[in-house]
């Protein structure tokens, strides 16, 4: 298939290119021009705006960082809505807020496109080995038109609902994975002060009620696990940055619907905390960090 | 073996009835007489008091409500070293804070008498049942001891470490699920409100990285799943106001410990405020009603 | 002088009225025909657009209710840019986002035109009593300019700083207000819940460390003060939803400049958590009905 | 007057010295050797307990640093009680939680002893140049025979009402004292980044409804005032780690009393991290080191 792909940074680049390893003809645009030479050096075609790339397209993926690039890349007069054929789906990869997804949608179905929200997890890590997972807010018929296409880059594909729902169900469980890394990370904390060893004590919750992925896979907590964040001084791994970023878009989404999200505010406060004092760039996990007890800190924590 | 067992409640009651059925002689003792009579009933012997009762025990358990029964019942005048023999072992099933604990077990090894913390989930269904997880804090030999007899009233018997640790790990546990349940409470209602079906925002979750047992085993919205409080209006199993005892017991360790548990403490405070409101009876998981949004207060509130 | 005014609602109104009285030529606008009416029954003009309006004038007062608003009003096809004349100076009374309020200046200066922000305290009692506090963002001399004609609906004229200042002035003093006004809250029922008179421990705080203006001259406590909102069941004053508002702002403004709101994020959540339940049209001071302990919730609780 | 004074630390000590000078002979008592030293070389007599010390006087005076201290130093065998007269006044000038103070007085009551709890005010500094003030839990008549003793150590002498109601008012107010300052903090460091000048801000905070202790007599940022901590390093001043003691009582009455106390334990939790990370013997006012932003941190911290 003849496919638009617009945002080649970190996560867009690695997915334009297993869509070319699928034998999919590309025709690609970014900002930055050396993004574009990367995808035309394997053989895709490209364009010099939004607007050209989307007029090449049978269908148009793009990725982009925040939601005032989504609108300027798909409702500007450079933008997708102004070069792309009536009839051609239109799908947005960015995570954002679930209000400006809708907001889009609408102008692009007034426009004669169908368009889906489909913001992924999985990380760039997820992006190359194109196992992410798509979370698809879309009519059921868009729905089953683009999952063969995202199957090509991803393992999960999801259908959440109509327009919109893919950025919900993203926000909503990103802000609940945010809360629960506090959780597990205060838990450890405590348990480790409190004399019990944080192994035993992950192996007891990890059988309890305080379950979850925060702890059973991602433990926080240095020397409970191999292969986490945890036990290679929190590189790699989902940036505190980026958990920021999505407890902005939650928060700020519950203050548009007035949901009252208390712990979710917290968590924001915290990690914001924590970037202002030099983790912004380590794995969320390394949140752990910020809540020592004295001892731990004099101890030289890493 | 003939075991001493002190307080007879809704725990105790149940704990001990498992035990005489196990072929155990039993003498018991509580406050309440018509508890006492009630397993006198089924064969075991009464006692006057705890001091009598542990007399009769070549083991001793107790299941009380908090840290200061604990001390007066082990302690005091008529408690249980004032009539225990030298060398039999005591076994505290209350949930109390480590520190008294600890306190406890050091007087008891200054009597000659082993003890060990010995806390347990699984609420009065599993004490019924004989279900309970035991969480122990005991020197291994003595676990091993104390194991056999444990099983008699539950399925799982951890290990977690020395005196006190059984104590940790349970309220490290609990205080994570305690905000693991409003982390998922503040996802569920966050997603209904904009606009995602919650069954299916559940099901994203639960396959994600929220998952946790407060979403995957004990939903706190009402129609996703059957056989939870939230399916039969909040009632049975575990109280706000037994959740709130034990965020009480964390945060109060975690002072102790000079820890930041930012997030615990805002959990407690929340459930304090649904108890304050009348919710403190119902199950834990009805801290969803607290953060409604406008719509649905005006819709369900009495 | 002739000045331009638009935006006539509940604040808009009485300022422009006051302006009139003090022997200013206004065209008005608004986008309800009625508010219109009210004014030019009093002898302004009226205008069919925010253009028109501004065409008209020698000075550009606009009073609205949020920051698209401002946006649309000032850059839009029939906004005010569009009809005045370079030179002619533009003051926003709106309360709105400190980034919107130095792009729409910057905007104006790109056209010619110097503008101020200038955001009242006082509510619609002050607007109609001409005893507004304006803070005023501003340079120097455009300050001085305009002072004297704000000084006819208002009697504290302050010049916060450059363009922008106005707005943070605004929403740091009414996020410490909301901040204060909960600790307060707390405070005041923590105290009455130990039993110590209400009076008695006002009357304490006002004159030692924990003085502030919600407790010495708003308290919450009911029968602590007369002619307070506390006095009369908390109607009037100003409303818990205005507030829910410009805690808003101010976390939204914290989140781009990547500072930490703690206090600031949880006490939005809690007025939002009293507004769900029913309290956003009562005086923001009634937070202190959200926070009551059990007691009192039983006893005064509708 | 012949008085008893037991505890002679940082606080006692001058305090005792000023009922010296106002020429009362004192029988003093203190664990540490050197603290009574240095009160019998200016003319005290010294006692071997706290029951020697009581039994000599005819008003016994107790400034301790913590509930069990009190407890043990009035109901111990070497004790107050053990030792004093019947009729003989007590007064505890220390800082515990009011369920503690109202035990202690009911036994000294049982006892024949009148009790007042006058907890104070003012730091070393007030204790030295016996400015504090006293807040009394007393009943009206003992209040009148205690105020001209405890004149000679304080400027202002407060009736709170019954027994226990001068700890009462000492921790609502510190509470509330503890959530001013980091309202303004948090205020001060996000004018300070959206670009405001923070002396304008203050400027302003102060003749609005923001205006609090923290704010006008203490403010926390760096150059605002002089003769506060924040103008020399945060030192002098009330230390980070008794605020957190403070809100630990605080917190802890509140937990007894069912009373939520939202922004006090978030407080209490931004108070522990910040001294988690170096900063309990600081001015509590340098909270606001805790919350800088980014930029901030990376300019001005160490």
Avoid at 41 to 46: H, K, N
Avoid at 85 to 96: A, E, K, P
Avoid at 113 to 141: C, I, K, Q, R, Y
Wanted: neutral net charge.
């Amino acid at each position: 298939m003849k496919i638009a792909f617009i945002g080649l940074g970190n996560m867009g680049g690695p997915m334009a290119r297993n869509l070319l390893k699928a034998g999919h003809a590309l025709t690609v645009f970014d900002v930055v021009e050396r993004n574009v030479e990367a995808l035309t050096a394997l053989g895709a075609a490209g364009a010099g705006s939004a607007k050209l790339a989307a007029a090449a397209g049978e269908l148009v993926i793009t990725m982009l960082p925040s939601s005032p690039h989504v609108k300027s890349v798909y409702l500007g007069d450079d933008g997708v809505l102004a070069g792309v054929r009536r009839g051609v789906t239109l799908v947005d990869s960015s995570t954002i807020d679930p209000h400006s997804a809708r907001e889009v949608a609408a102008a692009a179905a007034a426009h004669g496109n169908p368009m889906a929200d489909a913001p992924v997890s999985g990380g760039t890590g997820g992006a190359e080995a194109g196992t992410l997972t798509f979370m698809v807010g879309a009519d059921p018929a868009l729905f089953d038109t683009i999952k063969p296409t995202l199957a090509h880059m991803g393992k999960n594909i999801v259908h959440c609902g109509g327009a919109g729902t893919g950025q919900v169900a993203k926000i909503c469980n990103n802000m609940l994975l945010g809360i629960s890394m506090v959780g597990v990370a205060e838990a450890m904390n405590l348990g480790a002060a409190l004399g019990i060893d944080p192994k035993v004590l992950a192996g007891i919750i990890n059988t309890s009620s305080g379950r979850c992925w925060s702890s059973d896979t991602y433990n926080p907590y240095p020397g409970v696990m191999e292969n986490v964040p945890a036990a290679r001084g929190y590189t790699g791994g989902f940036g505190t940055d980026l958990m920021l970023k999505d407890l902005g878009l939650a928060t700020d989404a519950a203050k548009q619907a007035k949901q009252p999200v208390a712990l979710g505010a917290m968590a924001q406060q915290l990690y914001q905390l924590w970037s202002s004092q030099g983790g912004g760039a380590q794995d969320f996990s390394a949140i752990i960090k910020l809540l020592h007890k004295p001892a731990a800190n004099q101890r030289n924590r890493p």
